[in-house]
């Protein structure tokens, strides 16, 4: 008989419906820090007198501390109980944010990033560890709906409060308000948890069952599937957010638009990522998934051309909205997919996930920054949009031949 884990709650009866709120308020947080800086780079880089790549790091820090940690904080949480790792490193992102506030170096700011990256860690993935726990099956496609809907809100309001701070009352109100946010919710995450979920450790020993985080890894990474999906999420996640971490701060020097409207403009992206969201199980009864690959690959590398030719800064909303919808419908079957890499370890198999996802990131934002030195804003969105049409290419001929059991 399968463990029933220390967290969950009976088909929505004592934990209830209330721990959706605080973690969707964390998970929104979580996600809105992540787009926290791309408005404000040019702000940074005038301030400390660097370079825009430079200033870059603080994007790509968080990201990195962010990913490598998901490779952790699944085994705690079966050790010391999800809820209470997800309210102690809720809590421990209002230093991060505090340290921002307060940075009197570029390289200050940037360890408080991978700080705040390295704690803000756990809430995503161990809140949907939580909802898996305490939703029945029947009911959790449409909390995990809601959910997502959390944390692209989360992404849009950063990124635009990134730009508004940074025009208006100056880049540290935004990690100051950041800090607050985080100190307010998880100081209630923590001393008032809801009924039935338990803030101590999953067995009477504190011990996690199953195989070592190592152990686990290794058995999990066998399976040359899961190798080829992980490898492919790193490339397509490297090459998507390589273009739009930059698109606030390409709008700001090719049209000369202010911070706070450049990041107004970028939030359609989110927007685009929210109108999936809502329409996604529609389009999931009208397709196969490898014809949402083709059509959503289709409408990103689109997108990011018709930005490398952009003449005037309206076009990049359209262009922001549709490369927003499509780019969700990329990662939706990529969840999907790794939702079922390792059944057994699932936990273990979703952190590797999450790792190779943010590994991605940081590897996009970091090259993007020299691909702007080489070739301009213009030269990186051509460079994403080809790479996005190639990697999508390979993830529909790996879904057939996954389909016919050939792969």
Known sequence: MARVPADA??????????????????????????????????????????????????????????????????????????????????LACTLGNLLAAVSGSLDMLIAARVLSGATAAAIIPLSMALIGDAVPFAQRQVVLARFLTATISGMIVGQWLSGLFADTLGWRWAFSLFALLFAGVGAAMVLRPPAGMRMRSTTASGSASGPGLLVGMRQVLRDPWVRWLLAVTIVQSAFAFAAVTFIPAFLH??????????????????????????????????????????????????????????????????????????????????????????????????????????????????????????????????????????????MRRGLLRRATGSH
């Not at 996600?31 to 940074?44: E, F, G, K, V």
């Not at 090719?254 to 990522?273: I, P, R």
């Not at 930005?307 to 939706?332: R, S």
């Open 9 to 90: 709650a009976p088909a929505l009866s004592g934990a209830g419906i209330g721990f959706l709120l605080p973690i969707g308020i964390a998970s929104f947080a979580s996600s809105a820090a992540l787009r926290l800086c791309d408005a404000m780079l040019p702000a940074l880089a005038s301030e400390f007198g660097v370079g825009l790549g430079r200033a870059a790091f603080a994007t790509s820090g968080y990201a990195l501390a962010y990913g490598l940690l998901q490779l952790v904080y699944g085994a705690l949480g079966d050790r010391f109980g999800k809820w209470r790792v997800v309210s102690l490193a809720t």
């Open 253 to 394: 020097h090719e049209f000369g638009l202010g911070l706070q409207a450049s990041a107004g403009v970028a939030v359609a992206y989110g927007v685009g990522g929210l109108v999936y969201a809502w329409r996604a199980g529609a389009l999931l009864r009208m397709a196969t998934q490898p014809t949402l690959v083709a059509i959503g690959g289709a409408m990103v590398a689109l997108s990011y051309a018709v930005m490398a030719f952009a003449g005037h800064w309206l076009v990049a909303l359209p262009a922001c909205l549709a490369a927003g919808m499509g780019y969700y419908m990329l990662q939706n079957m990529l969840n999907t997919q790794a939702s079922q890499m390792a059944p057994a370890l699932r936990g273990t198999a979703m952190s590797l996930f999450a790792a190779s996802l943010f590994s991605g990131i940081f590897v996009g934002v970091s090259v993007g920054v020299a691909v702007v030195d080489l070739g301009g804003y213009r030269g990186l969105f051509g460079v994403a949009s080809a790479g996005i049409a190639v990697m999508c290419l390979v």
